[in-house]
């Protein structure tokens, strides 16, 4: 039977529930943490402390947390995580209850939060191919169907949900967050158990740490999977920065047409999502990568010279389409060509740089804004994404991610993965008949 009529095994409807319950949590308190800030200032600089401290765990602990991750057993690692976060958010809800809220609590929150997210994400990310086999079209539907479900949870249901529940009592979203946390875990608690990583004895975890991220710099096709979101991540984080402020004085819109505009966005990531196996299958994974990059490039530029919001909100969608696909696309092929025992490593590498360019993204904007005019941060964003897609097209082209898969598919793991059956019966046939022999040669 082919991969491509394989069924999903159980197991991962229980993952893709959990994950789905956790996001719709992720998205309420995305909404509520900085309403809840808002809350208690209006100093734009104390709010962004609140924003930017759930990011900086991937800048500091990024890498060894997936040297952490490929020591610790993955299944164990995502509900342990669960469970603390889900303990983590009694306390601001207890503050809030108390009228004992601050801005330190909550920054301190959303790092420890962040933390939690690093750990169980990058975990995650390690389990799903042991799960599935590392079989190629399978990591493609259900990368599909996780993205789809986190964009929808996450992107449109979770924050207006926060919203609606901070009308209730400032400490209600904690709680439903919390809520969601503990659900999760009980489901990931019910997951199958995975073949713990080879221990690599008489290694730091420094050591390990660096060796991960040497993984990814000396493979040409990992470093291109990865310097598309770090590049892209700048070029959308610039964009972001300026984008409300686009849409007010270019576009004449006002705060219900600007969330209409994120709305088109988040539509298109989840069309995006949708097809993006259809686009592997039709023009191979990395002509794919190729063609989803150029496209997010293209609709920035016309958004840039979008006249009314029809067309901008359309520009939108055709980005988030192409940014649905990629992110369905890339984690798949990663998951499947990389070694379980370096799985951890190289995903929360990856993730770091995407997590580390994004500052820069946000100060580029701004700066462009300020020193030029509101559109030319747009510009700079598409040039920088066609630029982009033209640099790593040959890092991660049909040729290469063939090549990938032909080396990952005889080795991939085979010190982690129990001896194929075969192989264990032969053995145990030929050690009864060294033992006959034995017993023969001592009774003789």
Not at 185 to 200: D, E, F, K, T, Y
Not at 294 to 304: C, F, P
Request: charged letters at 10%.
């Amino acid at each position: 039977m082919t991969s491509a009529i394989r069924k999903l095994p159980t197991g991962f409807g229980r993952l893709w529930t959990a994950q789905t319950v956790s996001s719709l949590g992720d998205g309420v308190s995305h909404a509520a943490l900085p309403l809840l800030a808002l809350t208690l200032t209006h100093d734009p600089m104390a709010l962004a402390v609140v924003t930017a401290a759930g990011t900086l765990p991937w800048l500091i602990f990024g890498v060894l947390g997936g040297a952490l991750v490929d020591r610790w057993d993955r299944r164990r690692t995502m509900w342990v995580m669960d469970v603390a976060r889900a303990a983590l958010l009694a306390i601001p809800a207890a503050a809030a209850a108390l009228d004992m809220l601050s801005i330190p609590l909550l920054a301190a929150v959303a790092f420890l939060l962040g933390i939690g997210g690093l750990f169980f994400d990058t975990a995650a990310t390690a389990y799903l191919p042991d799960l599935l086999g590392r079989d190629p079209a399978l990591l493609e539907r259900a990368n599909s169907r996780l993205r789809g479900t986190q964009t929808a949870a996450s992107g449109f249901a979770g924050p207006p949900a926060g919203s609606a529940l901070l009308a209730l009592g400032r400490a209600v979203p904690l709680v439903a967050d919390a809520v969601s946390f503990a659900l999760s875990a009980l489901l990931v608690r019910s997951l199958p158990a995975a073949p713990r990583p080879v221990p690599q004895v008489q290694e730091s975890l420094l050591r390990q740490a660096r060796a991960g991220a040497s993984y990814v710099f000396r493979n040409q096709l990992l470093l291109g999977l990865a310097l598309r979101p770090a590049v892209g991540n700048i070029a959308f984080l610039a964009v972001e920065t300026v984008l409300a402020l686009f849409a007010h004085e270019r576009l004449g819109i006002g705060a219900f047409g600007f969330g209409l505009l994120l709305t088109a966005e988040a539509t298109g990531g989840l069309l995006g999502a949708g097809i993006a196996s259809f686009l592997g299958r039709r023009l191979g994974t990395g002509t794919a990568l190729t063609c989803t990059a150029a496209v997010e490039g293209l609709a920035v530029l016309g958004l840039a010279f979008a006249p009314n919001p029809y067309v901008a909100g359309l520009a939108l969608a055709v980005c988030g389409a192409g940014m649905g696909a990629t992110m369905v696309l890339a984690p798949s092929l990663r998951q499947t060509i990389v070694p379980a025992h370096m799985m951890g490593r190289v995903a929360s590498t990856s993730r770091m740089l995407s997590m580390c360019a994004a500052p820069f993204g946000a100060f580029l904007g701004g700066w462009l804004a300020t020193t030029y005019d509101v559109r030319t941060p747009l510009y700079a964003s598409a040039a920088l994404l066609l630029t982009m897609t033209a640099v790593t097209a040959t890092m991660t082209s049909n040729r290469q991610v063939e090549a990938a898969l032909r080396a990952a598919a005889p080795v991939a793991d085979d010190l982690d993965r129990p001896l194929p059956r075969s192989l264990v019966q032969e053995a145990a046939v030929q050690e009864t008949a060294v033992q006959d022999s034995a017993k023969a040669l001592s009774q003789s």
